[in-house]
C-alpha cells in the first residue's frame, strides 16, 4: 500500500476532485456538451488551447474529440489550420490570465469563432472575453489572496498540491466525463473510438 507523502497527496487530490464535483456548474456543464454536439454537426473546427501542464491536459482532450470523429486541432502544433466564423476554441488557464491563450482567445472572437473558457476565475482576461466560462475549482499559480476562498472552502493543504496540480487534474477528469457524455449523444461506442485510435503505435 502507497504510504508517507505520495498517499497524503493522492488523497487529497482525490477528496478535492469529489468536492468539486459538487461545485462545477450542471448548467455551464451542458452548455458545453451543447456547444461541442453543434460544432460536431456543422463539422466545425475544433481548437483547443492550453499552456503548461494545462496546455497536455487540453491535448488529452483532443484526442479523445479526434476519436469522436471531430475536426480537432491543438495550439502551437505545426498543422493548426485557419480558425474560422462559427469554429469552436476551447481555452484552458486556471488563472485565465495566460498571456498567450488570451491573446488567441482574442484573435479568435475577432474571426467569429466562438471561446469557451475552462478556468478558476470567471472575472479573469480570458473568463471576460469567452462566449461561455466553465468554471473549475482549483488552487492556481496566482497570488494566495486570490486563492483564498477556495482554499477554505475545499480544505486545501497547499504543500500537498504545488502550483496549478488542482486545476489540472479536476479539468482532465471533468474533461474524461464530458467524452463520455459526448459518447452517448453522438451515438459513439467504444469500438468507434476504438476504430480511429491510431494504429502505428509501437
Known amino acids: ?11 487529497e487530490i482525490a477528496s478535492f476532485i469529489l468536492k468539486s464535483i459538487e461545485v462545477i456548474s450542471d448548467d455551464e456543464k451542458d452548455r458545453f456538451i451543447g456547444e461541442l454536439v453543434e460544432a460536431y454537426k456543422r463539422s466545425a473546427r475544433v481548437l483547443v488551447m492550453g499552456a503548461g501542464r494545462s496546455g497536455l491536459v487540453g491535448k488529452s ?18 498543422i493548426v489550420p485557419k480558425i474560422r466564423e462559427g469554429d469552436l476554441v476551447i481555452a484552458i488557464s486556471g488563472s ?7 491573446a488567441a482567445a482574442e484573435a479568435a472572437r475577432i474571426v467569429g469563432a466562438k471561446v469557451i473558457a475552462l478556468t478558476t476565475y470567471p472575472n479573469s482576461p480570458l473568463g471576460k472575453l469567452a462566449d461561455l466560462v466553465v468554471k473549475i475549482p482549483g488552487r492556481t499559480k496566482i497570488a494566495r489572496e486570490e486563492d483564498y476562498f477556495a482554499r477554505q472552502i475545499l480544505g486545501l493543504h497547499e504543500p500537498l498540491a504545488p502550483l496549478g496540480t488542482l486545476f489540472e487534474d479536476t479539468a482532465m477528469l471533468f474533461l474524461d466525463g464530458i467524452t463520455v457524455e459526448l459518447m452517448h449523444k453522438l451515438g459513439k461506442t467504444e469500438e468507434d473510438l476504438r476504430s480511429q485510435h491510431a494504429n502505428i503505435e509501437l
Open 61 to 78: 482532450f483532443a484526442m479523445r474529440l479526434l476519436h469522436l470523429g471531430f475536426q480537432v486541432y491543438v495550439l502551437g502544433e505545426t
Open 1 to 11: 500500500m502507497v504510504s508517507g507523502l505520495t498517499r497524503d497527496t493522492m488523497v
Open 96 to 102: 485565465g490570465r495566460t498571456r498567450l491563450i488570451v
